[in-house]
């Protein structure tokens, strides 16, 4: 019984990371990259999309504890001549009214082939979003 009452106090105590927040990324050339996520969270599940000028792309697979969260996006990337599927994980914590991610693509694969394709220049991003109001 203690433990029922210990992880509904910890359920209440989540962040309520449910909304769109909006925030900007250096991209590349020191280019500024305009972000926006809507997110949707039951529980300890999270739902939703990033928003693009162009496109929209669902989180594949999310998951909140507390003020952390951690969700994966599966994207299409153009890298040359070809088209690769790009998975890419973000990782974060909600600190005040922001929430600060780290986003690091983790895997990259050719649509045509589904052969694996070399990530080049993979660096961690870390980035801040607001809440829309």
């Given at each position: ?41 039951k529980?300890a ?25 951690m ?5 299409q ?26 986003r ?12 694996s394709a ?10 801040r ?5």
């Amino acid at each position: 019984m203690r433990w029922l009452s210990i992880l509904i106090a910890s359920a209440a105590m989540a962040a309520d990371f449910s909304g769109t927040w909006i925030g900007t990324l250096e991209g590349r050339n020191g280019n500024v990259e305009d972000l926006a996520f809507q997110f949707v969270q039951k529980g300890a599940e999270l739902t939703g999309k990033q928003y693009g000028d162009f496109e929209s792309t669902a989180i594949v697979k999310g998951t909140i504890s507390g003020d952390l969260v951690m969700f994966v996006l599966v994207r299409q990337e153009q890298a040359g001549n070809e088209i690769n599927q790009t998975k890419i994980r973000f990782m974060g914590r909600m600190m005040g009214s922001e929430i600060e991610l780290t986003r690091e693509r983790e895997s990259s694969t050719r649509s045509g082939s589904g052969a694996s394709a070399a990530l080049r220049n993979n660096p961690r991003q870390t980035f801040r979003l607001k809440r829309l109001t």
